[in-house]
C-alpha cells in the first residue's frame, strides 16, 4: 500500500482510505444526491468497488490521490477529496495536469468542509508538484461546487463537454 | 503492495505498470480479445487506464488480484490473469470465493500460454489462500477458455445471464 499522507485541518481529518470505508463509501456513492453532479447516476456495489480499488491504485501508481474525509468531532467519514490523474478523453485535454476534485455526503454539505478540504489539498500539491497549474471539472448546475472552486483560487476557462454531458473546466493557475 | 513476481517457462507473471497502458488498451481495443468479455464491448483508453489504476488498487487492498502476462522472449506483454473480488451480489452464483479469471492477446492464442499461466497462478493461490474454492465466469460459447478451466481441474457448477449473455459457472478447489 502506497504510504499515504494524512493531513489535518480544523475540523477534518484527510486520510487513505482502507477496506473498512467500502460500507460507507458504498453507500455514498448509491445516494442520488451525490451522483447528480458527478456521473449522473448511482453506483451499484460492484461499480462503487471498481471506483474503490481505482483510489487505492492511483496513490501507489502516481504517488498521489484521494483522501477520506473523516469529520474529527464525529469520527465519520463525510466525503472525498483529492488530485485524479484520470486521462479524460475531453477538450481541451489536461492530461498530466493535477486534477482537484471533491464529493461530500448531502447532510456534510454548506459546512464549509469542500472549501477547507481542498485548500489543504491545494497546499500540499503544491508542496507535491511545485508551484503548477491545476484543474477541476464541475456540473455547471452545481452551483455549490462551481463557489467551493472560486473560493479555492479557480477561474472558469471553458465550456466544454465530458462523457456528453455539458461541464465546466476551470484552472487555477501558480 | 508490490505484486509477487512469478516466473514459468516462457512467460513472466509480474503487476500491471503504467509503462503497460499502450500494450494493455490495444489488447482492449481487439475484438477478438473482447469478443467473451463483459458486453463484448471494446474498450476505451480512459477505461483502460481506469483498468489499469483499479487492479494495482485490489493488490494493495486485498494481497491478491490480477498479474499481466509477458511473454519472456519477447519482453511483450500478452495477456492478464489472476484471481479478484468483483463484489457480485450475492445471488450471483460466482460471489463468495475469489474468482479467476485470464485473456490473452490474439496474437498469442494457441500456444499454451494459457495453460501455463493458469497452472502457474493455481499453484500461486493454493499457497496463498490454502485448499479454498475459487470460481471461474466464462462466456457460453468460450469453447477454448472453458476447456482450459476443464483440464485445469475446474467443474461447472451453475449458470448465470448478465447483459443478455449466457456464462458457464466453474468451481474448483485449490
Same mark, same amino acid.
Given at each position: 500500500?502506497?504510504?499515504?499522507?494524512?493531513?489535518?485541518?480544523?475540523?477534518?481529518?484527510?486520510?487513505?482510505?482502507?477496506?473498512?470505508?467500502?460500507?460507507?463509501?458504498?453507500?455514498?456513492?448509491?445516494?442520488?444526491?451525490?451522483?447528480?453532479?458527478?456521473?449522473?447516476?448511482?453506483?451499484?456495489?460492484?461499480?462503487?468497488?471498481?471506483?474503490?480499488?481505482?483510489?487505492?491504485?492511483?496513490?501507489?501508481?502516481?504517488?498521489?490521490?484521494?483522501?477520506?474525509?473523516?469529520?474529527?468531532?464525529?469520527?465519520?467519514?463525510?466525503?472525498?477529496?483529492?488530485?485524479?490523474?484520470?486521462?479524460?478523453?475531453?477538450?481541451?485535454?489536461?492530461?498530466?495536469?493535477?486534477?482537484?476534485?471533491?464529493?461530500?455526503?448531502?447532510?456534510?454539505?454548506?459546512?464549509?468542509?469542500?472549501?477547507?478540504?481542498?485548500?489543504?489539498?491545494?497546499?500540499?500539491?503544491?508542496?507535491?508538484?511545485?508551484?503548477?497549474?491545476?484543474?477541476?471539472?464541475?456540473?455547471?448546475?452545481?452551483?455549490?461546487?462551481?463557489?467551493?472552486?472560486?473560493?479555492?483560487?479557480?477561474?472558469?476557462?471553458?465550456?466544454?463537454?465530458?462523457?456528453?454531458?455539458?461541464?465546466?473546466?476551470?484552472?487555477?493557475?501558480? | 503492495?508490490?505484486?509477487?513476481?512469478?516466473?514459468?517457462?516462457?512467460?513472466?507473471?509480474?503487476?500491471?505498470?503504467?509503462?503497460?497502458?499502450?500494450?494493455?488498451?490495444?489488447?482492449?481495443?481487439?475484438?477478438?480479445?473482447?469478443?467473451?468479455?463483459?458486453?463484448?464491448?471494446?474498450?476505451?483508453?480512459?477505461?483502460?487506464?481506469?483498468?489499469?489504476?483499479?487492479?494495482?488498487?485490489?493488490?494493495?487492498?486485498?494481497?491478491?488480484?490480477?498479474?499481466?502476462?509477458?511473454?519472456?522472449?519477447?519482453?511483450?506483454?500478452?495477456?492478464?490473469?489472476?484471481?479478484?473480488?468483483?463484489?457480485?451480489?450475492?445471488?450471483?452464483?460466482?460471489?463468495?470465493?475469489?474468482?479467476?479469471?485470464?485473456?490473452?492477446?490474439?496474437? +498469442?492464442?494457441?500456444? #499454451? %500460454?494459457?495453460?501455463? !499461466?493458469?497452472?502457474?497462478?493455481?499453484?500461486? $493461490? @493454493?499457497?496463498? *489462500?490454502?485448499?479454498?474454492?475459487?470460481?471461474?465466469?466464462?462466456?457460453?460459447?468460450?469453447?477454448?477458455?472453458?476447456?482450459? +478451466?476443464?483440464?485445469? #481441474? %475446474?467443474?461447472?457448477? !451453475?449458470?448465470?445471464?448478465?447483459?443478455?449473455? $449466457? @456464462?458457464?459457472? *466453474?468451481?474448483?478447489?485449490?
Amino acid at each position: 500500500m502506497a504510504d499515504i499522507p494524512v493531513i489535518e485541518t480544523e475540523r477534518l481529518i484527510l486520510r487513505g482510505h482502507t477496506l473498512e470505508d467500502f460500507p460507507a463509501f458504498a453507500a455514498m456513492w448509491a445516494d442520488p444526491e451525490v451522483t447528480r453532479f458527478i456521473g449522473g447516476s448511482p453506483l451499484n456495489e460492484e461499480d462503487a468497488w471498481s471506483k474503490f480499488i481505482r483510489i487505492a491504485g492511483h496513490w501507489s501508481l502516481f504517488g498521489y490521490g484521494f483522501w477520506a474525509l473523516e469529520e474529527k468531532s464525529s469520527g465519520r467519514r463525510v466525503g472525498e477529496a483529492g488530485i485524479l490523474n484520470m486521462k479524460r478523453d475531453m477538450l481541451p485535454s489536461f492530461h498530466g495536469v493535477p486534477e482537484l476534485g471533491w464529493g461530500l455526503l448531502p447532510e456534510a454539505h454548506g459546512k464549509g468542509y469542500a472549501t477547507e478540504a481542498t485548500k489543504a489539498i491545494i497546499a500540499w500539491g503544491e508542496n507535491h508538484f511545485g508551484k503548477v497549474r491545476m484543474v477541476c471539472i464541475i456540473d455547471p448546475d452545481n452551483g455549490p461546487s462551481l463557489r467551493v472552486a472560486e473560493r479555492c483560487g479557480f477561474k472558469q476557462v471553458a465550456r466544454t463537454t465530458y462523457k456528453n454531458e455539458p461541464t465546466v473546466l476551470l484552472e487555477r493557475l501558480p | 503492495m508490490s505484486v509477487p513476481v512469478i516466473e514459468t517457462e516462457r512467460l513472466i507473471l509480474r503487476g500491471h505498470t503504467l509503462e503497460d497502458f499502450p500494450a494493455y488498451a490495444a489488447m482492449r481495443a481487439d475484438p477478438v480479445v473482447m469478443k467473451y468479455l463483459g458486453k463484448g464491448d471494446l474498450l476505451d483508453g480512459e477505461e483502460c487506464w481506469r483498468r489499469i489504476m483499479g487492479m494495482a488498487g485490489h493488490w494493495d487492498l486485498l494481497g491478491y488480484g490480477t498479474w499481466a502476462i509477458e511473454d519472456r522472449a519477447s519482453g511483450v506483454l500478452i495477456g492478464a490473469i489472476g484471481y479478484s473480488d468483483k463484489k457480485r451480489p450475492p445471488e450471483h452464483p460466482a460471489s463468495g470465493a475469489p474468482e479467476m479469471g485470464w485473456s490473452l492477446a490474439a496474437s +498469442a492464442h494457441g500456444k #499454451g %500460454f494459457a495453460s501455463e !499461466a493458469l497452472r502457474a497462478a493455481l499453484a500461486w $493461490g @493454493r499457497a496463498h *489462500f490454502g485448499p479454498a474454492r475459487v470460481v471461474a465466469v466464462i462466456s457460453d460459447d468460450n469453447a477454448a477458455s472453458s476447456r482450459l +478451466a476443464e483440464r485445469h #481441474g %475446474f467443474r461447472q457448477f !451453475a449458470t448465470s445471464t448478465r447483459y443478455g449473455l $449466457g @456464462r458457464r459457472v *466453474f468451481e474448483r478447489v485449490l
